[in-house]
């Protein structure tokens, strides 16, 4: 029985899915989000959220409400290869001179449903897409476990997973396929405005803090493993054991701290880009490309590529334009914003996994400009604020 009928069906309500199908909607596109889980839930993910985030959050209207549930502003970042000197940078704000932050994925995540759903999108939560047939000649067919048949005329994927063709080959499984895991830890000797990035052969680790809870500083731990890391040890707790045993910035960054929370686990992760178009079928977030998380992009990527997606199909269909015009736009937008953070985040990985790597980096991250360098190349832009400029642009940027 057919349960709903749209222009376009987003399937996966996360970030990226989520301001897809709010822009959508808010242009007045009918769109459908077909999201498998109940928010608020879990993810793992580093958390941190750029400043490049912030211009889709105020369009939306809920910057404010996100940045009120954030953890304090992180304007500096320290990374301890396990082997070298530390190397420590500036972090760059915005042109309204907000910083970076660090946010549950809980919190994020259903504060971008919601606001979807009040801008007009129909959210069918949980819904669990189990095929999708058809063309974009045709229309789509979206076959599900819990809400029915829907149909479209358009899919945007942003449920994290490529296409089961587009996983990148340029390089072997061994040195890309990975798993991720995150917990939360209290009590972590690391300042607030601090985000810390640890390496040791095979693994890589960040640790910020995102927030409150009950009053105490909660902290954010998530580290990235080869799979034959994690296979050669007893699973989460034994690759952190190994991190910390090889690197005594994190020994000491969790000498009195808590876990405070299970540990999730995601993978594998295969960074790189992947296919962004495919006959009426688009792809955003972590399913059109997925970047190393140890330069922090992650959750920028999905909320700039689902805006982006949103905006080149909310014109096409205006302008009348072929699925296929359309996609040719998308990739060349998408390749300018994403494609060198793909890059630079495997050579970034590449350099603290390896300690031979990550000596040498160590070596040359003493020097300030090559640093301050290092942190643009992730995709993080440093821009000349003035006070006057800062005071005048933080009313405009509040999100209302």
């Not at 750029?50 to 953890?71: C, H, K, M, Q, T």
């Not at 080149?312 to 736009?329: F, K, V």
Request: charged share 20%.
């Amino acid at each position: 029985m057919l349960a709903e009928a749209c222009d376009v069906v987003v399937i996966g309500g996360g970030p990226a899915g989520a301001v897809a199908g709010a822009i959508l909607a808010a242009g007045g596109v009918d769109v459908v989000i077909a999201e498998q889980k109940v928010f608020p839930r879990q993810k793992v993910c580093g958390e941190f959220l750029s400043p490049g985030a912030f211009p889709v959050l105020a369009r939306l209207g809920v910057l404010s409400e996100i940045l009120d549930r954030a953890g304090p502003e992180i304007t500096s970042l320290t990374m301890h290869p396990s082997v070298g000197l530390k190397i420590k940078a500036a972090m760059p704000c915005d042109g309204a001179g907000r910083f970076a932050r660090g946010i549950g994925r809980h919190h994020l995540d259903t504060l971008l449903l919601d606001r979807a759903r009040r801008l007009g999108a129909r959210v069918l939560t949980p819904c669990h897409v189990r095929k999708v047939v058809g063309s974009s000649d045709q229309g789509f067919t979206i076959e599900t476990d819990q809400c029915g048949v829907i149909e479209s005329k358009l899919i945007i994927f942003a449920n994290g997973r490529p296409p089961s063709d587009g996983q990148p080959t340029s390089h072997s499984k061994k040195m890309r396929q990975m798993v991720g895991f995150k917990t939360y830890f209290n009590q972590c000797h690391l300042g607030a405005d601090t985000i810390g990035l640890y390496g040791c052969r095979g693994i890589y680790g960040g640790l910020l803090r995102t927030g409150d809870v009950g009053g105490e500083p909660r902290y954010n731990l998530a580290f990235v493993a080869r799979r034959s890391v994690m296979e050669s040890v007893a699973g989460a707790n034994g690759l952190l054991s190994r991190l910390r045993q090889s690197n005594h910035a994190l020994d000491r960054a969790l000498a009195d701290a808590q876990r405070v929370d299970r540990w999730h686990a995601w993978g594998p992760l295969w960074p790189g880009v992947r296919r962004l178009f495919d006959d009426g079928k688009f792809y955003v977030g972590n399913a059109a490309g997925e970047v190393q998380p140890l330069i922090g992009e992650g959750m920028t990527l999905a909320i700039r590529s689902g805006a982006l997606a949103a905006d080149t199909l909310a014109l096409g269909l205006r302008g009348g334009a072929a699925p296929s015009e359309i996609a040719a736009r998308y990739e060349v937008l998408w390749r300018e914003d994403f494609s060198s953070r793909c890059y630079w985040g495997n050579w970034f990985a590449s350099m603290m996994t390896n300690p031979v790597a990550g000596f040498l980096g160590s070596l040359l991250g003493q020097i300030r400009p090559l640093a301050r360098w290092g942190v643009g190349a992730s995709g993080k832009k440093f821009l000349a604020v003035s006070g006057t400029n800062i005071r005048s642009r933080t009313v405009r940027g509040n999100g209302h």
